[in-house]
């Protein structure tokens, strides 16, 4: 069974960086894909980027480019999401997901159970 | 503002069909990619609902069904229940944003 577990809930402040973490467990797969999404106070979701921990190769959304940071730890099976020059606009649940390689794009399979990232002075 | 477009609410009885629709452009649904539809409950994770157009994830009721069509894609649930009220998100990918896109959402209620 496929669990993603991520860290807990933080408060930063403007300016200042975040790096949350999401432990995977019970991927078959050699090659796969963490994607990472986040989800605004009463809005929809957005998709930050991903990327395949066996081959490193992050992909980020156009908007996040230079403030965004994604890593993996293949020891931990561990991904880590860095995001920097926080703006109270970060406020949000960001949640990682693994995808399903099947069709195009893939899907997302699993899901971490978010973390909320709050962003105040 | 979401680059896909969907209804910020639909409702129905129970028993009742409801359509919830999702509005693309060429770049994104009116291309070859495939739109994927979840639901989410309050204070947790999306789960997939509906992927690659039309397929169910292994235990997802078959009350649930997808379609695609030109720029726009449905979200069909046959005999609505109450455990149904969520809210509901279509996805796909845009060529020209080189992103994963999102629908804002719907809301289902049962009346």
């Known amino acids: 069974q496929v669990h993603l577990v991520q860290s807990g809930p933080e408060v930063k402040k403007p300016g200042s960086s975040v790096k949350v973490s999401c432990e995977t467990s019970g991927i078959i797969e050699t090659y796969y894909g963490i994607d990472w999404l986040r989800q605004a106070p009463g809005q929809g979701l957005e998709w930050l980027g991903g990327?395949?921990?066996?081959?490193?190769?992050?992909k980020y959304a156009q908007k996040f480019q230079g403030r965004l940071t994604f890593t993996a730890d293949e020891s931990t099976t561990t991904v880590y999401m860095e995001l920097t020059s926080l703006t109270y606009d970060d406020t949000a649940i960001y949640f990682c997901?693994?995808?399903?390689?099947?069709?195009?794009?893939?899907?997302?399979?699993?899901w971490g159970q978010g973390t909320l990232i709050t962003v105040s002075s | 503002q979401s680059v896909l477009t969907q209804p910020p609410s639909v409702s129905g009885a129970p028993g009742q069909r409801v359509t919830i629709s999702c509005t693309g452009t060429s770049s994104n649904i009116g291309t070859p990619y495939d739109v994927h539809w979840y639901r989410q409950f309050p204070g947790t994770a999306p789960k997939l609902l509906i992927y690659?157009?039309?397929n169910r994830p292994s235990g997802v009721p078959d009350r649930f069904s997808g379609s695609k069509s030109g720029t726009s894609a449905s979200l069909v649930i046959a005999g609505l229940q109450a455990e149904d009220e969520a809210d509901y998100y279509c996805?796909?990918?845009?060529?020209?944003?080189?992103?994963?896109?999102f629908g804002g959402g719907t809301k289902v209620t049962v009346l």
């Open positions: 996805q796909s990918y845009d060529s020209s944003l080189t992103a994963f896109v």
């Open positions: 997901a693994k995808e399903w390689p099947t069709g195009s794009p893939f899907p997302f399979e699993y």
């Open positions: 990327i395949s921990p066996n081959f490193g190769s992050p």
């Open positions: 690659g157009n039309t």
